[in-house]
């Protein structure tokens, strides 16, 4: 089970930085043109994947040996990491993926939605980007 998890979630991560970065790249564009928003599913679509990751990740959070609530943990980088900055980065970036996206929906048709799109899920990108545990960090953590 745990075996399980944390390949999905590992894995999770490339589907999330994929469909965020088009989502991006495609509300600047469609900003750019004042097209009526929304214009396509890649919003939702992203926001689906980012969601999935946080479901995966929060079930990790029970099981993982990585994750613990001892006087060592935040004397230990790779314990700290998991157990509390990886969470609350994380759950920054998905709160502001969500809340771009319902600001959004409450806009359309107005082609400012793409522009709260573009804002929101560009931010929420670049905290994911931070906190994922790259196998150049040291974590303990792989590609895939
Ligand atoms: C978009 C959001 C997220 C991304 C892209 C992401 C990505 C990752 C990646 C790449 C790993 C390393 C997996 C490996 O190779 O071992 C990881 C591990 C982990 N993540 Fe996330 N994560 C996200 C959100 C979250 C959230 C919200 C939580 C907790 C609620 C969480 C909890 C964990 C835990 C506990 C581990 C360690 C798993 C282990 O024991 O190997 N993640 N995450």
């Given at each position: 089970m745990y075996n399980m998890l944390s390949h999905t979630h590992s894995g999770l991560r490339w589907l999330v930085l994929v469909f965020l970065l088009l989502a991006i790249v495609t509300a600047y564009s469609k900003w750019s043109a004042k097209a009526?928003?929304?214009?396509?599913?890649l919003p939702l679509l992203a926001l689906i994947f980012t969601h999935v990751q946080l479901l995966t990740g929060l079930a990790l959070y029970f099981?993982?040996?990585?994750v613990q609530f001892t006087a060592a943990t935040m004397k230990d980088a790779i314990l700290r990491f998991y157990t509390v900055e990886h969470l609350s980065l994380m759950l920054i970036a998905i709160v502001l993926i969500t809340v771009g996206y319902s600001r959004a929906k409450r806009q359309a048709?107005?082609?400012?939605g793409h522009k709260t799109i573009f804002t929101f899920y560009l931010i929420g990108l670049l905290l994911i980007l931070v906190s994922i545990p790259w196998p150049f960090r040291g974590l303990g953590a792989g590609w895939f």
């Open positions: 009526n928003y929304p214009a396509g599913k099981i993982s040996p990585k048709p107005a082609a400012q």
